[in-house]
Nanobody
Framework: QLQLAESGGGLVQPGGTLRLSCKVT????????MGWFRQAPGKQREGVSC????????RSAPSVRGRATVSRDSAENTVDLTINKVIPEDTAVYFC?????????????????WGNGTLVTVSS
């Protein structure tokens, strides 16, 4: 059974760097786009960043564009997200996701699998 497991959440100071990792186990992911969503308290879930199945192209939402980097490692079966210069508005539960398409707005279209999420709090 395919499983996605996030790690790396916790407290990050404003201006610091957020680093998350997603481990994929139990199935093939080679032909799927991968990405990250987040859900802040009281808000809808939104796409953050995604990467194509071949790893050649990545996109990010306007809210993190220029600050976020997403990468995938086929040997380790991991997808990593890094956000620099974090702000309090980056506070959210971050979810790893697998799906069909990495869109130009940085979200996965037609998601098929989700992780359970990891909480990131940006605060001093």
């Amino acid at each position: 059974q395919l499983q996605l497991a996030e790690s790396g959440g916790g407290l990050v100071q404003p201006g610091g760097t957020l680093r998350l990792s997603c481990k994929v186990t139990g199935g093939s992911w080679d032909y799927n786009a991968m990405g990250w969503f987040r859900q802040a308290p009281g808000k809808q879930r939104e796409g953050v960043s995604c990467i194509t199945s071949d790893g050649q192209s990545s996109r990010s939402a306007p809210s993190v564009r220029g600050r976020a980097t997403v990468s995938r490692d086929s040997a380790e079966n991991t997808v990593d997200l890094t956000i620099n210069k974090v702000i309090p508005e980056d506070t959210a539960v971050y979810f790893c996701a697998m799906g069909r398409v990495c869109t130009t707005l940085g979200y996965i279209h037609q998601t098929t699998d989700w992780g359970n999420g990891t909480l990131v709090t940006v605060s001093s």
